[in-house]
Each structure stands twice: as C-alpha cells, then as structure tokens.
C-alpha cells in the first residue's frame, strides 16, 4: 500500500470533498486523505502533500513531507506562511488557466482600447460624442510579468493586433514581443505603455513596486490593469494618479484586502473598474490532472516538477 497523500486545504469542506474526489478519479492508485480524517500513523507518513491555502500547523504535523503540490498558482501566502525551513513547493501551472487569463486580459484591454468606461458615462449624462478610433497597431500594451499567464496573454494580444512589450526578470526572446527587463526597461515599458497589465507574483520586490514614482512615469492618460496581487499597487497612489487625470482608468480584479472591504475608495470611484477576483478561476478538472500527471511522474522517476524558488519567492 503506498503512503497516503494529505489534502491539506482551509477552503470549505463541499470544496475540498470536489477537489478530493476528481483527485482521486485522476489517481486510482493514490490513498488521497483530507488531513482531518487522517491518523497519526498516516500523518507521519505522507510523502506528498496537496495543498489549497492550508494551515501551516497542519502542514507542520506532516514531518515526512518529500514535495507540496499547491492547487493554486500564487503562493506567496504559502512561501510566507511555511517558511525556509518548508519542502520543495511545486505551484499550479496549467495552460487551461494561461488561456482563461489571456482571455481576461484581450477582453479587458478591448474594454479599454475601444473606450467603454467613457461611453458608459457619457450615456449616464445623456451625452452623444464619439471618441476617435485608434487601430490596435497604434495601441501598446505593456506586460509586467512575461511568465505563465503573461506570456499567454502577450500573445493573444499580439494575436489581436496590438502592440505588446514585457517586462520580467529574465529577457525573453518570443516573436513579436519586445522584451525588458531591469529598472531601466520597466521606466521603459511604463513610459511607452496606453495601457500596463500587471501579471507578476507578489513577492518582497514586487510588494508596493507600483506607486507614485512608476504612476508618474506612466503616459499621460494611459490605464492600468491589475490581474495579479492587490499588494503589488500602492492604492493611495493610484487613487491620487486618477483624481489627477494622469492615469485615465484603472480594472482591478485584486485587492489587498478581499472581498473588497465595503467602505474601499475604489467601489464608487468613476475611473475605476472593480471585479472580484474573477480574471482566471481554476479549472477544477484540468487542475487535478495536471496535480495526477505530476504525482504520478514522482511515483514513476522520483522527479519532481520545477519547484518555487524561495529566495526569489515564485
Ligand atoms: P510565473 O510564471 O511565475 O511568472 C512570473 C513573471 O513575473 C515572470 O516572467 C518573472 O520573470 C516575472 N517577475 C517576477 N518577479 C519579478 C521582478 N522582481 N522583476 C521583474 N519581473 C519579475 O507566474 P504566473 O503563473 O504567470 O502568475 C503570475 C501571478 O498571477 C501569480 O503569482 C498570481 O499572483 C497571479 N494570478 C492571479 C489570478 C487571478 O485570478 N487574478 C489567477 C492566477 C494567478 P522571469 O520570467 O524572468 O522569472
């Protein structure tokens, strides 16, 4: 009998139970436990991990742990909450979940290119004005973060007719795309941007990395789009950007604090659009057997897929 595998999750039970049994449909072979029900013999065992926001005294209670398989792609509540000392931790990385989030981003970036939050207030105020169209070829969008979820949404902005730059740790050669990195190249991509998707984890760089000084050197009226971490924007900053008129708009889907505490600036504030963390949910079904094919590619070679780097953080 092989040693169990822990799922260890603070999401509500119904949930875990789904995730539970599509686990186990993808992994007949595997003895897939929700941490509750286990024992103590089995929770000194457990080899593998399967992890969604878990508790890290729970995790602790797991001392034979090789590897933790999160379900989600972010994990920097994880890499935070469990600390150096914690196993390798492989995160979720699913083209399903690159796919839905490129989509997100053409929808958004067309929202914004072909001017819907100022139609939407020019009907409020019964005004008839049309604003001049601009071709997608003299529209660029500016990509922070070319990993994942970036680079899948660069290319269906490319895909789109857009001019697409990025900007990530690492230069980046993919067609079509022109690529920075550096101090020097996010001034760059900030100061030739209409419009700045940002797509990086949170992490100690990233944390607060958009604020006044990067607003500022951002393009008269050009808009933000926040698809990755509430933390990574200074909210006063922005706020301050748009009541100047410097930023035109700004869509965020993350917050740092969600839900959306009801007394935020940002619900009612007429050059922001707010969504609640909708930008790329999970697919349950493809998340489990992307977790299957890992585990079972363990169970066969004892490789583990690329772990996050704790240092860097993602
Ligand atoms: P990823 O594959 O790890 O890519 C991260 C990208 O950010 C990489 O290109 C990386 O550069 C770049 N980067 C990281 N730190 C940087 C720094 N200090 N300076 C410059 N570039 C930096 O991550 P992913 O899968 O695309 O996911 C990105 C984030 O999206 C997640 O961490 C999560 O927070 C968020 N997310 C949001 C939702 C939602 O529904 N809103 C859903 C899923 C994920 P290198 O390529 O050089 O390493």
Known sequence: MRKPIALVTRIDEASEQEWRALLADQLPDEN??????????????????????????????????????????GVERLVAELGAGAPPIVRLVDPELSRVMAEAVLAWTLYLHRDMPIYRRQQQDRVWEQQPYRHPSRYTVGILGLGALGMASAHRLKQAGFVVKGWSRSPKETSGVESFTGDD??????????LVVCLMPLTDETRGLLDSRRFAAMMEGAALINFARGAIVVDA???????????????????????????????????????????????QHTAAAIVAANIRAYRTTGELPQTVDIERGY
């Not at 065992?45 to 379900?71: F, K, M, R, T, Y």
């Not at 190249?185 to 209409?194: E, I, P, Q, R, T």
């Not at 700004?250 to 707010?274: C, G, I, N």
């Open 185 to 194: 190249g996010l001034n760059a991509v900030l100061g030739g941007s209409d």
């Open 32 to 73: 897939i436990l929700c941490f509750r029900d286990m024992n103590g013999g089995q929770r000194k065992s457990a080899e593998i991990a399967i992890v969604a926001d878990p508790n890290p005294a729970q995790v602790a209670e797991l001392p034979g742990l090789a590897w933790i398989q999160s379900l989600w792609a």
């Open 237 to 283: 900053d922005l706020i301050a950007s748009l009541d100047a008129g410097h930023l035109s708009h700004a869509v965020l889907d993350v917050f740092h604090e969600e839900p959306l505490p009801a007394a935020s600036p940002f619900w009612h504030h007429p050059k922001v659009t707010v969504l609640p963390h909708i930008s790329a949910p999970t697919d």
